[in-house]
């Protein structure tokens, strides 16, 4: 079944340096790779999407997230944190096969001055 | 502002009760998703449904059913409702049944007491 695994539960991160959020799949051939982002009270916005192509995905706000086939990845990174990043940011895979978006478990994201 | 929008924002009733939530999808969406969130399960796929047929089923229960109607609004129905059921629940469409972005709404939050 396919799965997907946000290692880091919360991270603490100050306003300016840089950030990765790190996201792996599991699923036997190349998903659709999505990286949402959850305000406070609000529904999930997309940040960035990955169907197929250059590996390195830029999106809005900033953020970046690179797909590596060889491990399984597609990590969420920004090189300059602002405070208004303070979020929940989830990884969801869709197969090929099917429409069901798989979301990870998400990272809670805290901007310190 | 993602275009979807979804009532009642807050529902709180009792255990044994039956309550509708109603998702209206961004203009020219045919496809409607529904999620619940919860802390201990995360965020999980209902149900979608695209253009009022019923096109893919996730982790939804017996109790819950949903449709979608001719002008592509979609209800989602909770019954015999339990504890456990407290969660937010997220509606989202997009604009084919095929893969690609969702356009989540601001959620219900449904409190079960």
């Known amino acids: 079944a396919q799965s997907v695994t946000q290692p880091d539960i919360h991270i603490t991160v100050s306003e300016g340096a840089s950030l990765e959020l790190r996201c792996n799949y599991s699923y036997g051939a190349t998903p659709y790779l999505f990286w949402y982002v959850q305000s406070p009270g609000q529904g999930l916005q997309l940040l960035l999407k990955?169907?197929?192509?250059?590996?390195l995905v830029q999106g809005i706000k900033g953020f970046e997230a690179e797909f590596k086939r060889s491990q399984s990845s597609f990590n969420l990174r920004k090189p300059s944190v602002h405070w208004s990043d303070a979020a929940e940011y989830f990884c969801a895979v869709v197969t090929h096969t099917g429409n069901q978006f798989y979301f990870g478990t998400g990272t809670s994201l805290t901007v310190i001055p | 502002d993602s275009g979807v929008t979804q009532t009642p924002k807050h529902l709180i009733t009792a255990t044994g009760q039956r309550v509708t939530l109603r998702c209206s999808p961004r203009?020219?969406?045919?496809?409607v998703y529904w999620y619940q969130q919860s802390l201990d399960q995360g965020l999980q796929f209902l149900i979608q449904y695209y253009n009022g047929e019923e096109r893919a089923k996730g982790n939804i229960l017996e109790r819950f059913s949903a449709q979608q109607f001719p002008d592509l609004h979609s209800e989602l129905n909770l019954s015999s409702l339990e504890l456990g059921d407290s969660a937010l629940y997220f509606c989202?469409?997009?604009?084919?049944?095929?893969?690609?972005?969702?356009?989540f709404g601001p959620g219900t939050r449904l409190t079960v007491l």
């Open positions: 989202a469409s997009s604009d084919s049944g095929a893969v690609d972005e969702q356009f």
């Open positions: 990955y169907f197929s192509g250059d590996t």
């Open positions: 203009s020219g969406d045919l496809s």
